[in-house]
């Protein structure tokens, strides 16, 4: 193609054709600049659709996360809370003495479970969020209402992680000072150590930690419900996104 329009230009010049010639060479830069002009725009869309795959990547590894999250909160906290309460009311009746439990190892073994959760994780996994801000790709998600929603709920994990850090008591430890918790026998209790365990529930230090328990139960709830709450949100606008996608 070079060597077709230097025989073109030679030509003009020996037959001193100098204004075709210009014209010739205007049209020769045009066809170039289009030339340039249609490779740079190739190279914007093959840009814009890797950036779009890798958006769409992202996304979709940001929905899982969400889907694993919301299960294990499902799971431990919002199966448990309800339980988790009663068993901690009725301790507290236990300590106040308008209590008197009928079966002394089941009594026991509920005063145990008021601490459950108490020492858990609720923010689950952050990598895909974390790669994104430390990468700076968080940019590449275009549309304001995704990046804000999602900017918005890990926003929301480290907050509740640093709330449960702060509500934290030692009820847990307490009562797994009091009787020993073997993962294969969940029940099981030495029953020469019942009186001791049942006095050690009698005290003003086991009175303020339950109180300090409930405390973290009703106060967790709320973050944890919001939490459950911008999931879902941020799940149904990722999905609608990415249905449109493809």
């Known amino acids: 193609m070079i060597k077709i329009f230097r025989k073109i230009r030679q030509k003009l010049l020996s037959e001193n054709k100098f204004s075709k010639y210009l014209l010739y060479a205007i049209g020769e830069i045009?066809?170039?600049v289009?030339?340039?002009?249609?490779?740079?725009?190739?190279?914007?869309?093959n840009d814009t659709a890797k950036s779009k795959s890798k958006v769409s990547k992202y996304l979709s590894n940001i929905e899982a996360e969400i889907i694993s999250d919301s299960?294990?909160?499902?799971n431990s906290w919002f199966r448990n809370r309800n339980k988790k309460i009663e068993c901690l009311e009725v301790a507290k009746q236990f300590v106040m003495g308008t209590y008197i439990p009928k079966d002394t190892?089941?009594?026991i073994n509920n005063v145990g479970f008021g601490g459950i959760n108490s020492r858990a994780s609720f923010t689950g996994s952050s990598r895909t969020y974390n790669e994104l801000v430390s990468t700076g790709n968080l940019s590449l998600i275009s549309n304001d209402t995704i990046r804000d929603q999602i900017v918005k709920y890990y926003s929301n994990k480290v907050f509740t992680d640093e709330y449960v850090?702060?509500?934290r008591s030692d009820y847990a430890s307490y009562v797994n000072s009091l009787k020993v918790y073997n993962p294969q026998y969940r029940d099981s209790i030495n029953p020469l150590e019942i009186?001791?365990?049942l006095k050690k529930m009698k005290t003003d230090e086991f009175h303020g930690l339950i109180n300090q328990e409930l405390t973290y139960a009703y106060s967790l709830e709320r973050s944890l419900r919001a939490s459950k709450k911008n999931a879902h949100e941020l799940q149904k606008v990722i999905r609608r996104f990415l249905k449109n996608v493809y």
């Not at 299960?71 to 499902?74: D, P, R, T, V």
């Open 105 to 107: 190892l089941l009594f």
């Open 30 to 32: 045009i066809l170039v």
């Open 34 to 45: 289009i030339g340039i002009l249609i490779a740079l725009s190739i190279d914007n869309w």
């Open 195 to 197: 009186p001791r365990i």
């Open 165 to 167: 850090s702060n509500m």
């Open 71 to 74: 299960l294990f909160l499902e």
